[in-house]
């Protein structure tokens, strides 16, 4: 948590569900987000959406884990980010993410899709710790 709330970076006014579906090309307009929540918050918690449809890519935990790796690594480099806070915001979307879904019918991610995730999650945390 204290990657999200360092004084050298103000809260901002995100989008909040900046995601690959969100995103859309139209010919006269170009690219547009769509579907903004308007919330306030650290910068690193825009793409945690984004890092949550990559742990819906690969079967095992070592491919989510280096999915996840390269999509930190780009994020990191293309938003002058340490790769800290983008994990932060990745793990923040995952834990809401889930938590949400407790309160809605169970849906099409298995407890143990969801445990897949969690541990690439992790792992990648420890990694990007170091």
């Avoid at 918050?41 to 819906?56: I, K």
């Avoid at 690969?58 to 930190?72: D, F, P, S, V, Y």
């Amino acid at each position: 948590m204290e990657e999200l709330t360092t004084p050298d970076e103000p809260q901002l006014l995100l989008h909040g569900d900046l995601h690959h579906w969100n995103i859309l090309l139209d010919e006269g307009r170009g690219w547009m987000a769509i579907d903004p929540k308007g919330v306030v918050g650290a910068s690193c918690l825009e793409v945690g959406c984004f890092l949550g449809n990559a742990l819906n890519q690969g079967n095992t935990a070592a491919e989510k884990h280096q999915i996840l790796m390269n999509a930190i690594r780009k994020l990191s480099d293309r938003l002058c980010q340490h790769r800290e806070r983008i994990f932060a915001g990745a793990f923040c979307d995952f834990v809401m993410a889930n938590s949400w879904d407790l309160k809605e019918e169970p849906n099409s991610r298995s407890p143990a899709s969801v445990e897949v995730g969690l541990q690439a999650l992790l792992q990648v945390g420890e990694e990007v710790s170091v």
